[in-house]
């Protein structure tokens, strides 16, 4: 299974994105998808998980500013997250519940500045 993380970009503070995941390279498809971020020297951060039925979960960092959504027809998920703030300067990644285990993509800049 190949993830393809991509909408990252720059925006300025109080601006929205939205970021797409792309799930390719199996008849079966996937299960469970989340996006974590990671700034250079700290860990990785949950943000947010949707499963196959649609169940949502966000993290607390982008509680009330985002919403995850997915195609299952596409194997895409998507995350707008609205009024972008300074601190949600990261690279995002996808990750992917898969039968014969779990998936990262490559992740996607995104960098919120004036």
């Known amino acids: 299974v190949q993830l393809q993380a991509s909408g990252g970009g720059l925006v300025q503070p109080g601006e929205s994105l939205r970021l797409s995941c792309v799930a390719s390279?199996?008849?079966?498809?996937?299960?469970?998808m989340r996006w974590y971020r990671q700034v250079p020297g700290d860990q990785r951060e949950f943000v947010a998980v949707?499963?196959?039925?649609?169940?949502?979960n966000l993290g607390d960092a982008v509680w009330g500013r985002a919403t995850i959504s997915r195609d299952n027809a596409k194997q895409t998920m998507y995350l707008q997250i609205n009024d972008l703030k300074p601190e949600d300067t990261a690279v995002y990644y996808c990750?992917?519940?898969?039968?014969?285990?779990?998936?990262w993509g490559q992740g996607t800049q995104v960098t919120v500045s004036s």
């Open positions: 390279g199996s008849r079966i498809p996937v299960d469970a």
């Open positions: 990750n992917a519940d898969h039968e014969d285990g779990t998936y």
């Open positions: 949707i499963t196959k039925s649609g169940a949502t």
